[in-house]
């Protein structure tokens, strides 16, 4: 695997948002990005702006609150939208995953024009559109399915222009390292910036396995480090990594990589002031 300078954006940290945040209100928020600031985070991540038909803006706009006071301390991508059923609906297979795809391609131009002015406004930290559709090897096994996968890129692409992508792998051992290492290369090329998860987190594969899969992957690869330990699964519950098991997970993965944090809930800059869990939703995503 061959090496590279890293970007001057080496550590970034994800934002997933959850209803319950809204509660922490303008100076909760400057607060805890003040002292995220303090650390050697040099980027956000928003891991969506709207999650099914929640867009985060009751009682008030706060997301859009929240991220403005986060811009003045860092850059940020801006995840689009996600869909409750996309899981679900990768896993029923080819047909499945084609109107899904179909049915993304006509909603992300709304999601896009919510966020537009923001965008503008916000320029000089606008780092690009995170799209929170996380790859798994699993769903996108065959030959079939990565062209079809492939496909849909393509025209998401050409329908956000220009602007900087990035999406997120991650492994399954459904396919060999060798060939996901390949699959990946291939996402690049389509023009966008790769994030794989590095599963030490929900711990789905021994280590040793996980490392045969980080071997194969240029070093444009971002990591996303999971910043907490499963403990349950259904339904998901984590707790915070201590700090020598968040160290250990870094040191893990190889130096040429720029790293995502996963996530800010998880850091010890948020003790007190998020909630692991969206407790007042049934159907909020949490978690992974």
Not at 39 to 52: A, H, K, L, R, T
Not at 65 to 80: C, E, F, S, Y
Not at 176 to 196: A, D, H, M, R, T
């Amino acid at each position: 695997m061959a090496t590279q300078a890293k970007s001057s954006l080496d550590l970034g940290v994800m934002y997933q948002p959850l209803n319950r945040d809204a509660e922490l209100g303008v100076y909760g928020w400057r607060y805890l990005f003040q002292q995220l600031a303090t650390e050697d985070i040099d980027f956000g991540v928003v891991q969506w702006v709207q999650y099914g038909n929640e867009y985060f803006a009751q009682p008030r706009n706060w997301l859009r609150q929240a991220l403005t006071a986060w811009q003045q301390h860092m850059p940020l991508w801006i995840g689009l939208h996600s869909e409750p059923d996309y899981f679900a609906q990768m896993a029923e297979g080819e047909a499945a995953q084609q109107a899904f795809f179909n049915n993304y391609l006509r909603s992300v131009n709304g999601t896009v024009a919510r966020w537009q002015a923001w965008q503008f406004e916000h320029q000089q930290q606008f780092l690009g559109w995170y799209i929170p559709l996380e790859l798994s090897d699993a769903y996108f096994a065959t030959a079939e399915k990565q062209a079809q996968l492939h496909q849909f890129l393509r025209q998401l692409r050409e329908r956000l222009g220009t602007t900087p992508l990035a999406i997120s792998v991650f492994m399954s051992a459904t396919i060999s390292p060798q060939l996901f290492g390949e699959w990946v290369n291939e996402i690049q090329q389509l023009g966008y910036e790769v994030w794989l998860q590095d599963g030490s987190g929900t711990q789905a594969l021994p280590l040793n396995q996980r490392q045969a899969y980080y071997e194969k992957l240029n070093c444009d690869v971002v990591f996303i480090n999971e910043a907490f330990i499963q403990t349950s699964e259904q339904p998901f519950e984590a707790r915070p990594k201590r700090d020598d098991e968040l160290r250990k997970t870094l040191e893990q993965n190889g130096d040429c990589h720029r790293r995502i944090l996963f996530s800010l809930r998880y850091l010890s800059h948020t003790a007190g002031l998020l909630y692991l869990t969206d407790v007042t939703r049934d159907d909020a995503h949490t978690g992974d």
